[in-house]
């Protein structure tokens, strides 16, 4: 196979893998997305045409990686024009069923990441699953990930959706914890850099050891005097102090 290659999607997951792939000589021949605005200005990054309309799309592409939300994913699959070509898409909670009996050649990869536009990411710190509707569409995924510097994980549908939830757990959750500390100290004017030294302990720990073996804090010490203390400062915040309680009652079952 060539490498010429059709990105559909102009968000986050697109905009990155996009630019990873561009830098690895793959060539981005078009961006579709359903804004045009969003499309022109990740295509100029590519040297890609672009479009919005499906009528435009370009159909002569090796791969076409549909980087869409999720909800828009099933919109995609049922563009006639693509019946014949080999499709992936790029979610971690949509099985790849979605293109059963509609996509002759289809396959799924899933960057392991959160992405941000504005924020560089190192391709070649991000796992990449992979699952696909036959042997060689897979060797094919492999390949472009093995490009990128990737490790590579062959994973079904069903651990791919395992594998969501948990990221859910460790990257939104926790990041809104973060955002929860920020809001707590910025109402003193005290700075969240303060904790950063704490966060990354944190996520070492978490990812050289069994998180359960290495978690601390008041609710595993079993100090009533202090959850209580705490508990009173977050009187005025009533969700803030919904959370805390239970997840400190999670951990005192744990400990």
């Known amino acids: 196979m060539t490498k010429k290659i059709v990105i559909i ?32 200005i990740l295509a ?14 370009f159909l002569h592409a090796d791969l076409y990686i549909i980087a869409v939300s999720d909800n828009s994913i099933s919109e995609i699959v049922n563009f006639e024009a693509l019946k014949n070509k080999f499709l992936v898409h790029t979610a ?9 009996n509609k996509i002759s050649n289809y396959g799924v990869f899933y960057p392991l990441q959160t992405f941000s536009k504005n924020i560089s990411v190192n391709f070649s710190e991000v796992p990449i699953c992979i699952e696909a509707s036959a042997l060689p569409y897979q060797k094919y995924l492999e390949k472009i990930a093995h490009n990128l510097g990737c490790k590579t994980y062959l994973i079904n549908s069903l651990e791919r959706t395992k594998l969501h939830l948990a990221a859910v757990f460790v990257n939104n959750f926790t990041n809104y914890l973060y955002s929860t500390a920020y809001n707590i100290l910025e109402k ?18 978490a990812i050289n050891n ?33 959370i805390y309680t239970v997840i400190s009652k999670q951990l005192d079952i744990g400990g």
């Open 188 to 205: 003193d004017n005290l700075p969240f850099e303060i904790l950063h030294s704490l966060i990354k302990q944190t996520s070492e720990k």
């Open 44 to 57: 100029e990054q590519v040297n890609a045409n672009y479009t919005n309309l499906s009528e435009n799309l």
């Open 92 to 100: 971690g909670s949509v099985s790849i069923d979605i293109f059963e």
């Open 210 to 242: 069994n998180p359960n073996k290495v978690q601390t804090g008041p609710a595993v010490r079993g100090d009533e005097t202090t959850i209580k203390k705490h508990l009173k400062m977050l009187d005025s915040e009533v969700l803030y102090k919904e």
């Open 9 to 40: 999607g102009s968000g986050n997951v697109a905009t990155h893998l996009s630019i990873a792939l561009f830098k690895e000589k793959y060539e981005i021949v078009q961006v579709f997305s359903r804004t045009l605005k969003s499309a022109k």
